[in-house]
């Protein structure tokens, strides 16, 4: 989206001075370059606010996914290592229930993003946050789960670590993306 012309904070003094010259019709250029000054300065105003708005919100989604990331391993490395039963004991302890909450901030989280990010680079990837984790469930812990009732989970095991390292560095390349799209203001 092109940017507004800003006029320099003296183009409506200069203004006001060139009308008293001129006589009284040069006083409604004033008024003009007032008007128009004013409604650039709130249109970039907004932009300033939209971005910091969009900023925050991905500030909680890299909070969000770092909280989470290395529970959700842990939880599925024990699926995969433990018994079923084992498994069954874990979703009532403490740590489940860690668990539990950083998948529902997380979740909430991503549902801020995809209704306040609009960047045109940063909303693809966000928006591929989403897919993994929707995919999650079925791809990665429905797998444990499975092996976690026959044993031998190396490869799932595996599969996860993959899955958590990869969710982690799109984590990474968001905060990259919005240090450079939303850390300063576009001139």
Excluded at 14 to 41: C, D, N, P
Excluded at 60 to 67: F, G, P, R, S, Y
Excluded at 158 to 186: M, N
């Amino acid at each position: 989206m092109p940017q507004a012309l800003l006029l320099p904070w003296w183009a409506p003094i200069l203004s006001a001075l060139l009308a008293g010259l001129l006589g009284l019709g040069a006083g409604l250029s004033s008024v003009f370059l007032t008007r128009r000054f004013t409604r650039e300065q709130r249109q970039q105003d907004q932009l300033n606010e939209r971005r910091l708005e969009q900023r925050d919100v991905l500030i909680e989604l890299i909070d969000a996914v770092e909280h989470w990331a290395p529970q959700a391993e842990m939880a599925s490395l024990l699926m995969g290592k433990g018994t079923f039963d084992d498994v069954l004991e874990y979703v009532d302890t403490d740590s489940g229930e860690a668990v539990r909450e950083s998948v529902r901030e997380l979740q909430r989280v991503l549902v801020r993003c995809r209704l306040i990010v609009t960047d045109p680079e940063l909303r693809p990837m966000v928006l591929q946050m989403v897919a993994h984790q929707l995919r999650q469930a079925d791809e990665i812990n429905g797998p444990l789960l499975e092996v976690a009732k026959r044993g031998d989970a190396m490869e799932e095991i595996l599969a996860s670590i993959r899955f958590y390292r990869d969710v982690k560095l799109l984590a990474v390349k968001i905060q990259e993306s919005a240090l450079r799209r939303l850390a300063t203001p576009h001139s």
